[in-house]
């Protein structure tokens, strides 16, 4: 079956460097992707998505990039910031009008002062 | 949490007792969702509902109910608690069916002893 995965389960990184944190996906149906946010007790937050007709999306110091060749989602932090440590994970929906989304496991992002 | 509430978000209760959960949104979102969260594991749809009184099974439905009798309220029960239910449960939300961004609440966890 389909499986939304991570490279990487922690990552680390100085506060005001940039981040990346990445999710590679199995299935190439998939045209929709959401990348999720969840701090410690808190239930999921949506930072940002895009559509498979994308290969880029721009937000507030967070960017998607979308590479369908390898199936492969990344997100991008850019100036880092203490509030910015949480859980990240990214999900996928590869029937466009159907509710259901595929869900990663989460990389967890801290930010050293 | 995109105006959902989840009660009780915190819940003590032992084996063989049944539990119910409860969902409410102000968004008057169609879609809604319920999802358990463990460690190691993505989100998993437990059921979701995409109208009133229309409901379907995720893919760990096994030992849970839904209910959804007005749109702002659906219902998780465990019939009878067990100690594999012992989690973090989170309820979703989505809207249109071109936006499968779907919204979370803030959770409830349970422990079943």
């Known amino acids: 079956g389909e499986s939304v995965g991570l490279h990487l389960p922690t990552l680390s990184v100085q506060e005001g460097d940039n981040s990346i944190i990445n999710c590679a996906y199995s299935n190439s149906a998939s045209d929709y992707f959401i990348w999720y946010k969840q701090e410690s007790g808190k239930g999921p937050q949506f930072i940002i998505d895009?559509?498979?007709?994308?290969d880029k999306r721009q937000g507030q110091r967070v960017t998607v990039l979308l590479n369908k060749t390898v199936k492969h989602l990344s997100l991008q932090i850019a100036a880092t910031q203490p509030g910015d440590s949480a859980v990240y994970f990214c999900a996928e929906n590869h029937n466009f009008g159907n509710e259901k989304l595929t869900f990663g496991t989460g990389t967890r992002l801290t930010i050293i002062p | 949490d995109a105006g959902i509430t989840q009660s009780p978000r915190h819940k003590v209760t032992e084996t063989g007792t049944p539990v119910t959960l409860r969902c409410h949104q102000t968004?008057?979102?169609?879609?809604m969702y319920w999802y358990r969260q463990d460690p190691g594991h993505g989100l998993r749809l437990i059921h979701y509902?995409?109208?009133?009184?229309?409901?379907d099974k995720g893919e760990v439905s096994d030992g849970y109910s839904v209910s959804r009798s007005k749109t702002e309220d659906f219902l998780l029960t465990l019939e009878s608690a067990t100690s594999s239910q012992t989690s973090v449960y989170f309820c979703a939300i989505s809207g249109k069916a071109t936006e499968e961004t779907q919204y979370f609440g803030p959770g409830t966890r349970l422990l079943v002893l």
């Open positions: 509902s995409y109208g009133v009184k229309d409901t």
């Open positions: 895009i559509r498979s007709n994308m």
């Open positions: 968004e008057n979102h169609r879609y």
